[in-house]
Every structure is written in C-alpha cells, then in structure tokens.
C-alpha cells in the first residue's frame, strides 16, 4: 500500500473522528445550555452536557430534545434531553397547552 494512501486514510480517520464527536449541533441554541434557571441545578446542567450535548454522535441524537426539534422544529420546555415521550405525547401536550 502507497505511503501517500496510508497517510490519506489516516487523516481521513482522524477528521471522522473530529466530526463524531463534535457534539449535538443544537449546542449554540439550546436552552438546557443557555437559560438559566432552566433547569433546577448546575449538577443537571452538567449531567445532559456531558452525557449527551457534547458526547458522541450516537449518543447526542438519542436526545430527545435534538430529536423533537429536528421532527417538529420546536421543542417544548417540558421535553429533556432523557424524556421517554413520543413525538405524539408530546404534540398531545402541546394541544393541551403544556409548554
Ligand atoms: S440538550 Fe439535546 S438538543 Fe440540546 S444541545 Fe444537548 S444534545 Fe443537543
């Protein structure tokens, strides 16, 4: 195998890598990061930030709150990273004038 190849593959790797593990995307807007008083303590702000905003890929689309702002383009202050409501419960909610 070419040297040049190997070196491409690796860098290739490395920039995947990168990309995995950049965090959600919704980071910059999100208001378990950006309000305060959101959520009760600093601790659960902690929590969701290194359990799911700033973890892999494969972790921080499991959030709820990415994956309801992604189906709905919204997302309810009700609605945490580790909800178990579905995207139906949650437009129920909405209907019944939960925010
Ligand atoms: S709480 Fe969810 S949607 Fe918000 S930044 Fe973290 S992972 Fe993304």
């Not at 190997?6 to 950049?22: D, G, M, V, Y």
Request: glycine share 4%; charged share 25%.
């Amino acid at each position: 195998m070419p040297e040049s190849f190997e070196k491409h593959l690796f860098i290739t790797q490395l920039l995947e890598k990168q990309l995995n593990n950049s965090g959600c995307p919704n980071q910059k807007s999100c208001q378990i990061l950006h309000v305060d008083g959101f959520l009760k303590d600093a601790e659960t702000k902690a929590f969701y930030r290194n359990s799911f905003c700033e973890a892999d890929n494969a972790v921080w689309n499991t959030c709820k709150r990415f994956q309801t702002k992604t189906a709905l383009n919204l997302c309810p202050d009700f609605v945490m990273p580790d909800s178990t409501f579905s995207l139906d419960e949650i437009l129920d909610r909405l209907e019944e004038g939960q925010k």
